[in-house]
T-cell receptor, first 111, second 117 residues
Framework: GENVEQHPSTLSVQEGDSAVIKCTYSDSASNYFPWYKQELGKGPQLIIDIRSNVGEKKDQRIAVTLNKTAKHFSLHITETQPEDSAVYFCAAGNSGYALNFGKGTSLLVTP | EAGVAQSPRYKIIEKRQSVAFWCNPISGHATLYWYQQILGQGPKLLIQFQNNGVVDDSQLPKDRFSAERLKGVDSTLKIQPAKLEDSAVYLC???????????????FGPGTRLTVL
């Protein structure tokens, strides 16, 4: 089955700096790669996603890149703000079947 | 648009007791998922429904866990008897499309935090 590895497990940055979280996956059949943000006591919320026919996608301060050959994808957050502090999960899936999640990255943005 | 609803939000039980969780997906969503999230880990699929049929229950511990989605809308997940290692957050998610086609975003509910003593 699919195995998703996520690094780092914790990340601390100063407000205004950039944050990068990296994930690798094992199943070449995976074609959908979402990123979720989870705040304490809440369910995961989708922040950005990318499909296998696209190499990069950007939405304001958030961008995701995908390298299908190397089977890795990354989340980039620029100009970080304290409200970006949360746990971020990457996931990999195939056409509506269940997502396989990484173990999460706890991001702390300090003022 | 209302989100995915789950209840209860918290539950504390003793081992060997039984417990049930309820999920109401977003209206019109065909696909419903139950995930288990152990503290410090990512969600792990327990079961996936498409309408009222099971698509994938390969990771559901069927000796103690059961789930149903009788009318293709609400769903119930049950654990009987519970073990200490079942302590986790149980997340329900839904998706408008069916497996194998279409847009893939899954919308998650707030989860039910289960503590087994």
């Amino acid at each position: 089955g699919e195995n998703v590895e996520q690094h780092p497990s914790t990340l601390s940055v100063q407000e205004g700096d950039s944050a990068v979280i990296k994930c690798t996956y094992s199943d070449s059949a995976s074609n959908y790669f979402p990123w979720y943000k989870q705040e304490l006591g809440k369910g995961p919320q989708l922040i950005i996603d990318i499909r296998s026919n696209v190499g990069e996608k950007k939405d304001q301060r958030i961008a995701v890149t995908l390298n299908k050959t190397a089977k890795h994808f990354s989340l980039h957050i620029t100009e970080t703000q304290p409200e970006d502090s949360a746990v971020y999960f990457c996931a990999a899936g195939n056409s509506g079947y269940a997502l396989n999640f990484g173990k999460g990255t706890s991001l702390l943005v300090t003022p | 648009e209302a989100g995915v609803a789950q209840s209860p939000r918290y539950k504390i039980i003793e081992k060997r007791q039984s417990v049930a969780f309820w999920c109401n997906p977003i209206s019109g969503h065909a696909t419903l998922y139950w995930y288990q999230q152990i503290l410090g880990q990512g969600p792990k699929l327990l079961i996936q429904f498409q309408n009222n049929g099971v698509v994938d229950d390969s990771q559901l511990p069927k000796d103690r866990f059961s789930a149903e989605r009788l009318k293709g809308v609400d769903s119930t997940l049950k654990i009987q008897p519970a073990k200490l290692e079942d302590s986790a957050v149980y997340l329900c998610a839904s998706r408008p499309g069916v497996a194998g086609a279409g847009y893939n975003e899954q919308f998650f509910g707030p989860g039910t935090r289960l503590t087994v003593l």
